[in-house]
């Protein structure tokens, strides 16, 4: 069983806030899923390699260009996405404390 | 003109004949979404407008010989395929109002045939989900029983095209998400190998596993589909050139030839339900009689797949979903005073129980001192069930294992245990995890709910499956 302490640690590395009602209920469940998935320790895994991608590919390289993507509407229009944005620039909630 | 039951194939012919336009077709299944999607809740956008002029320019096309199979074809995806300046929601209330910029790869091989979008499909949110449950826009409905689930997280889409609202649907399967729904919607549906389709544009869930497919009535709806959509894209590193080699040997495939394998782990597992396994075995059976060779296999690591399955799809969508931290995307919390507080509100506020329960599992997974334990020993386990393919891919052609456990289950039935939910993906998560392809399609019912035949393939062989598929709808 995972402790209170460590659902809160894991929520905030995960940058979700939960309320005390949640720590509990999430500390029972993550807790049970994580009994599951550790029966993955009785695998015999000595000498084998992870998968690193399935089909075996490696280093795909493509040329560094304009591929056309993107016009200057499309380019707005994902900004504009943002919820916050002006002048075709995202807002951000200020970053570091100024003087 | 009747049209109940009408497939992709007799559709195309019926346009090029000149016996129905685009747009009455299309006009038709506007009028059976209007119809039925109140009570199913299988689309979440609908396109009319758009819909019907795309059909105009497609009777244009038709009228100058310029069809091809899906010109003219309407089709539902699913909302987590970017579709040009419509909203995408991804099942999630954190991007409700997100409105996609660009168009996914497969979408603009679908339009390039002039397909005709209907409108976007329900999911569980970001595809975390087993059941259609976890969308934050209500769940789907089964047309078989509607106090069912229509499973998931492909549910919408399984539900639309089962209940003739469109003649075939995308869907993305990251452990499951396509076969399963297609099995307790009695359709067809196909995860193809990792590699084979582009997911530019797709919202990414765990990404060394995710994959579009497509879903139709039939194995060669499926098979028409996926044609359209499949190959290699320059803006998928992960998509395979010049991929599909086994498609000349397989035309002179007979049923005699065939080799069938028959894993003793899934036809053995504890939550089999008894009735599915008669079922299934019968299709089996039916094969044997037709000639093929039944084969007793063994995948000997099948009892890890789900556990490693729910290591590496958590760790990466944790990964992934990281980018909705109410900067660049949909809501930000109104409540947040600083930048940290923007960060913890808005995930806090906006996602779902499961997809928090995921990226929590996730973070853990890969935190300081727990990253061999987990995340390196599932992808060591992955090898070793990647290795049980290929053997058993030296012996047989094809492997046959039931899609589900059971048939589709009542609404509220599982979302109380998370634990009871991940175990209806125990026969589905393998294919996943080891590349290969699968197909599910329709074997037979049980009180009138539908059961699926699970057909995995080895990696490409996305032909052979519609073969064996085909032989057993056709002749059968």
């Known amino acids: 069983m995972i ?21 509990e209920k999430y500390q029972a469940e993550l807790s049970a899923i994580l009994d599951f998935v550790g029966q993955l320790s009785k695998a015999n895994t000595k000498g084998i390699e992870p998968i690193r991608q399935i089909t075996g590919l490696e280093s795909i390289f493509k040329k560094d260009e304009d591929r056309g993507l993107l016009d200057q509407e499309n380019g707005n229009s994902l900004v504009n996405q943002a919820p916050e944005h002006k002048d075709g620039f995202v807002v951000v909630p200020e970053v570091l404390k100024g003087k | 003109m009747d049209l109940k039951n009408l497939t992709i194939e007799k559709a195309h012919e019926l346009l090029s004949n000149g016996k129905i336009s685009a747009v009455e077709l299309t006009s038709h299944y ?20 758009k819909a019907l002029s795309c059909a105009k320019e497609a009777d244009v096309k038709i009228k100058n010989d310029q069809a ?10 699913k909302d ?13 209330k954190i991007l409700e109002n997100y409105k996609a910029s660009y168009n996914a790869t497969v979408i603009e091989r679908l339009n390039r045939e002039n397909a005709v979008i209907l409108g976007k499909t329900n999911l569980d949110e970001f595809a975390i989900g087993s059941s259609t449950e976890n969308s934050a826009f209500g769940v789907t409905k089964n047309p078989h029983d509607t106090e069912r689930v229509a499973g998931g997280t492909s549910g919408g889409s399984a539900a639309a095209v089962a209940a003739d609202m469109c003649l075939g649907a995308l869907g993305t399967d990251t452990g499951g998400s396509i076969r399963q729904p ?41 098979a028409l589909i996926y044609e359209t959509i499949s190959g290699h894209d320059p803006l998928d590193s ?43 075995m019968k299709a089996v059976k039916w094969f044997e009689s037709q000639g093929a060779t039944i084969k007793e296999i063994s995948l000997p690591n099948t009892e890890y797949s789900l556990p490693a399955y729910y290591i590496i799809q958590p760790a990466e969508c944790s990964a992934n979903l990281a980018r909705y931290d109410g900067i660049r995307y949909g809501q930000r919390s109104k409540d947040a005073k600083d930048l940290l507080e923007t960060y913890l509100k808005t995930k806090g506020e906006f996602l779902g129980a499961e997809t928090q329960r995921r990226i929590m599992i996730g973070t853990y997974a890969l935190s300081s001192g727990y990253y061999d334990a987990y995340y390196s020993q599932a992808q060591k386990v992955r090898t070793l069930i990647k290795k049980d ?62 059961v699926g035949l699970q057909i995995l393939g ?19």
């Open chain 2, 389 to 450: 393919f290929m053997e058993a891919f030296e012996d047989v052609d094809v492997i046959f294992t039931p899609t589900s456990p059971s048939t589709a289950f009542k609404i509220g039935e599982k979302t109380a245990d998370p634990l009871e939910m991940y175990a209806a993906d125990i026969f589905t998560v393998t294919a996943n995890l080891a590349g290969v392809c699968g197909l599910s399609l329709n074997c037979g019912k049980i009180n009138n709910l539908p």
């Open chain 2, 182 to 222: 297609a099995s307790f919607c009695g359709v067809v549906g196909l995860k193809p190998t990792y590699g084979a389709v582009s997911r530019f544009g797709a919202i990414a869930s765990g990404s060394s596993l995710d994959q579009i497919g497509p879903m139709a009535k039939t194995v060669k709806d499926v």
């Open chain 2, 238 to 280: 992960t998509t395979v050139p010049n991929n599909s080699k086994l498609l000349d040997r397989v035309e002179e495939i007979n049923i005699a030839d065939l080799r069938i394998g028959i894993p003793k782990e899934y036809f053995e597992a504890k939550g089999l339900n008894a009735e599915v396994k008669e079922i299934v």
């Open chain 2, 458 to 476: 080895p990696w490409f062989a996305e032909s052979l499956l519609f073969k064996v598929g085909e032989f057993y709808e056709q002749l059968r």
């Open chain 1, 3 to 23: 402790s209170k302490e460590e659902v809160k640690k894991i929520a905030n590395l995960a940058r979700i806030e939960i309320s005390d009602s949640q720590i």
């Open chain 2, 30 to 49: 506007l009028g059976q979404i209007d119809s039925k999607n109140k009570e199913l809740n299988a689309f979440l956008s609908v396109h009319a407008e």
């Open chain 2, 68 to 77: 091809s199979y899906l010109t003219g074809i309407p089709l539902a995806i």
């Open chain 2, 80 to 92: 987590n395929i970017l579709v040009k300046n419509e909203v995408c929601t991804a099942g999630s």
